[in-house]
């Protein structure tokens, strides 16, 4: 098993900034990709950035070039550096993290509310 530690949620003004982290701890694993996704009260979770084992990363549009995914090997751990944060920013950030033997696995979701 593997488990996914969420940390640095919280509220933030408008085209303010907003850095989460998720460290990775557990049964040794090849990785596929580690990403985050976010989910609106009610909504589907969608994608909003992943990055592969290789570095390779994809975007969603709504967050491209505010956006930056980044990992640290060594630690296991994804970061993603949020900026010029927008109202519809506003959701419940979960880490994913997907191995090569088609394993997935959730963080438990951190808050992020944009607002004055």
């Known amino acids: 098993q593997v488990q996914l530690v969420e940390s640095g949620g919280g509220l933030v003004q408008p085209g303010g900034s907003l850095t989460l982290s998720c460290a990775a701890s557990g049964s040794s694993f090849s990785l596929n990709f580690m990403g985050w996704y976010r989910q609106v009260s009610g909504n589907e979770r969608k994608m909003v950035a992943i990055?592969?084992?290789?570095?390779?990363?994809n975007y969603a549009d709504s967050v491209k070039g505010r956006f930056a995914i980044s990992r640290d090997s060594a630690k296991n751990t994804v970061y993603l550096q949020m900026n010029s944060l927008l109202a519809e920013d506003t959701a419940v950030y979960f880490c994913?993290?997907?191995?090569?033997?088609?394993?997935?696995?959730w963080g438990q979701g951190t808050q992020v509310t944009v607002s004055q």
């Open positions: 994913y993290l997907a191995t090569r033997s088609k394993e997935g696995y």
């Open positions: 990055i592969m084992g290789n570095g390779g990363t």
